[in-house]
Structure formats: structure tokens, C-alpha cells
């Protein structure tokens, strides 16, 4: 019988100490991470050409900056108006501050005459005649003035009630003027109706525009309700030449 004995396979073992040079390769993973950050560079500059905001040329940069400082030059006179317009009304509102502050001033003066003037006038309604005949509202008293030749005539008519009362007299004042022509021509003229509104007493002051060469005698003075139509009273005033 015979026996073969085959021999044993050399095992390789790496020596510590081989000098030899092995070549070296590119790793593939390496490769295939510059090609993919190639085609995402790619990528990304070709989607910006394509959708991304176009470049400016040098002129069209040189415009917009020109526009720019331009827009800013704009603004900045703008701002230089409106701090103008603020510093004008404030000096616009001293002002007006001091008008008020004056006239303020002058009221309280005005009214420091006029108080003691008011109550001198409460003594003089007093002294007024008031006849109860003619109504409750009469002609207490009257002044005319009306040059030789006619023509404009001032008046003062006062009007009184009996004593002050809770609630005011509203109605209408009317008057006509009865004269002479220097042709002796007699005419009665009247005048618009005059709204009146007193308490106790009220002097009711004005100019008739009468024509020139009329001279008036008399003057009738009535005294109507607030309707117009219901007569108050009634009364002729004389008029003495001047």
C-alpha cells in the first residue's frame, strides 16, 4: 500500500521589514466624491445663470449707483424741507401763542372797563320811562339825526319791558319814516324788518339809507311777535329838524 504525501502550501506571511514599493491607487470613494461636488458646482452656477439674478455689467452698475446717490440726494432735500416746514410752525405757533396770550390780556382789560360801565347802564334803564299802555315791550325812548337837505338818517330806539323777565322777548322791529319832499310832496317810506332778542331792555342803534332831499317828520316804530304778523306795539316818534 502506498502512502503519497502531499506537501504542504507555502502560507504568505507580510514581512515587517519589506522595502518594496506597492503602487498606490485613488480610492474610489474619493473619485466619486469630486465628481459629485463637480456636478453640484455645476449645477449650481448653471441654475444661476439660467433662473438665478442676472449680473450687472460695469455700466449698469455705474447707472444704478448713480441713480442711488441720486434718490439719496432727493431724500436728503426732502428732509431738509420738512425740517424747515416744522421749524416754521413751530415759530408760527410762539407766535400765535403771544396774539392769544395779548388778546387775552386785552379782554380781561375790556371787561374791567366794561363792568362798572354795564352797571351804570342798569341805573340809567331804571331812570327810563315805561308806559304799560302800549304793551308789554315798549319804545321807552328815542334819538334821531337827519341833516336839513335829508338823505341818511341815524337812530337810537330803545326798547324796553316792565323788569327783567325768566324768559327773552324774540321778535321784529319795524319802522317807516313818513316825510316831505321839497316839492311838499309827503311820502312814507319803510325799511326791512330788523330781528330783535332782549331780556329787559335792549338799544337798538343803526343808519336809514333815505333819498337825498326827503326829510322825515316822523318816525313809525312798531313791535311785532316772532310770527310776524301779531303787533306788539305801536308807536310815532317825532323827528326835530336839525
Known amino acids: 500500500m502506498v502512502?503519497?504525501?502531499?506537501a504542504k502550501r507555502a502560507v504568505f506571511k507580510p514581512a515587517p521589514y519589506d522595502t518594496r514599493r506597492r503602487p498606490r491607487r485613488i480610492p474610489s470613494w474619493l473619485i466619486v466624491l469630486l465628481l459629485g461636488v463637480l456636478l453640484g458646482g455645476g449645477g449650481v452656477l448653471f441654475l444661476q445663470a439660467s433662473y438665478g439674478a442676472k449680473r450687472l455689467t460695469t455700466e449698469q452698475a455705474q447707472k444704478?449707483?448713480?441713480?442711488?446717490k441720486l434718490v439719496s440726494a432727493e431724500r436728503q432735500a426732502l428732509q431738509t424741507q420738512v425740517d424747515n416746514h416744522a421749524r416754521s410752525l413751530?415759530?408760527?405757533?410762539?407766535?400765535?401763542?403771544?396774539i392769544i396770550k395779548s388778546l387775552?390780556?386785552?379782554?380781561?382789560t375790556a371787561q374791567a372797563i366794561i363792568a362798572p360801565m354795564k352797571e351804570q347802564l342798569n341805573l340809567l334803564v331804571q331812570t327810563l320811562p315805561f308806559d304799560p299802555r302800549y304793551g308789554v315791550v315798549g319804545v321807552s325812548t328815542s334819538t334821531f339825526n337827519q341833516g336839513k337837505k335829508g338823505g341818511q338818517l341815524s337812530y337810537l330806539i330803545?326798547?324796553?319791558?316792565?323788569?327783567?323777565?325768566k324768559q327773552d322777548f324774540t321778535g321784529w322791529l319795524e319802522l317807516?319814516?313818513?316825510?316831505?319832499?321839497?316839492?311838499?310832496?309827503?311820502?312814507?317810506?319803510?325799511?326791512?324788518?330788523?330781528?330783535?332778542?332782549f331780556n329787559h331792555y335792549l338799544p337798538v342803534s343803526g343808519v336809514?339809507?333815505?333819498?337825498?332831499?326827503?326829510?322825515?317828520?316822523?318816525?313809525n316804530v312798531k313791535i311785532l311777535a316772532q310770527d310776524g304778523k301779531r303787533q306788539i306795539t305801536w308807536r310815532?316818534?317825532?323827528?326835530q329838524a336839525q
Open 158 to 165: 330803545w326798547l324796553l319791558r316792565a323788569k327783567p323777565e
Open 176 to 197: 317807516s319814516y313818513e316825510g316831505r319832499w321839497p316839492t311838499g310832496r309827503v311820502e312814507t317810506i319803510p325799511t326791512p324788518r330788523t330781528a330783535v332778542q
Open 208 to 219: 336809514a339809507n333815505l333819498p337825498e332831499g326827503f326829510v322825515v317828520q316822523r318816525v
Open 104 to 108: 387775552r390780556e386785552d379782554l380781561s
Open 64 to 68: 444704478l449707483t448713480d441713480e442711488l
Open 90 to 98: 413751530e415759530g408760527e405757533r410762539m407766535q400765535n401763542a403771544d
Open 236 to 239: 310815532v316818534l317825532p323827528v
Open 3 to 6: 502512502i503519497r504525501v502531499q
